[in-house]
């Protein structure tokens, strides 16, 4: 079963996700939204951007990223 709505923690960090939450572009890790800022400053993250919205064009909506 999908836990990303129900889970209280981030993957990431284990802070809580009170204040929002949003998936990985790398994976599927459900993330508070200060670690999804440090993922943007990564150097692939513009690839990884780039590969997801390809996969969603092609109709996959449930790509895992390119990590995972």
Do not use: P
């Not at 780039?50 to 909506?61: H, L, P, S, T």
């Amino acid at each position: 079963m999908d836990t990303f709505f129900s889970q209280k923690f981030c993957d990431r960090c284990g802070g809580g996700l009170e204040g929002g939450r949003i998936m990985s572009m790398f994976n599927t890790d459900c993330l508070c939204l200060a670690c999804k800022e440090k993922e943007k400053t990564r150097e692939d993250y513009e690839e990884a951007v780039k590969v997801e919205q390809e996969e969603i064009k092609k109709g996959n909506f449930n790509y895992k990223g390119i990590e995972g």
